[in-house]
Nanobody, 121 residues
Framework: VQLQASGGGLVQAGGSLRLSCTAS???????MGWFRQAPGKEREFVAV????????DYADSVKGRFTISRDNTKNTMYLQMNSLKPEDTAVYYC????????????????WGQGTQLTVSS
């Protein structure tokens, strides 16, 4: 499966944006996740969603502000980001989770090209 993230851009602090991750073929068999990487920092976990979409998990830094969702009929996953902060600035990546329950980037694969989010203060 090939993944492509899109929807990034420049947003003012407090604003909202929705990212999309589109798969090249059906991905309903996979749990999916979002990660982000800021300049000079390691890639960090943001959120993950189960195959059906019925279960989600978030990093503490985004809990209550970000919402992960998916539409398996469209082979697309989303990340709705509200109340954005300058520290959310990063390149956002989507990936397939290969190890159940993991938040570690090494346990995810099929990384798509990222999409840049910049939040201005």
């Amino acid at each position: 499966v090939q993944l492509q993230a899109s929807g990034g851009g420049l947003v003012q602090a407090g604003g909202s944006l929705r990212l999309s991750c589109t798969a090249s073929r059906t991905f309903s068999s996979y749990a999916m996740g979002w990660f982000r990487q800021a300049p000079g920092k390691e890639r960090e976990f943001v959120a993950v969603i189960s195959r059906s979409g019925g279960s989600t998990d978030y990093a503490d830094s985004v809990k209550g502000r970000f919402t992960i969702s998916r539409d398996n009929t469209k082979n697309t996953m989303y990340l709705q980001m509200n109340s954005l902060k300058p520290e959310d600035t990063a390149v956002y990546y989507c990936a397939i989770r290969n190890v159940y329950g993991s938040r570690r980037s090494v346990d995810f694969g099929s990384w798509g090209q990222g999409t840049q989010l910049t939040v201005s203060s």
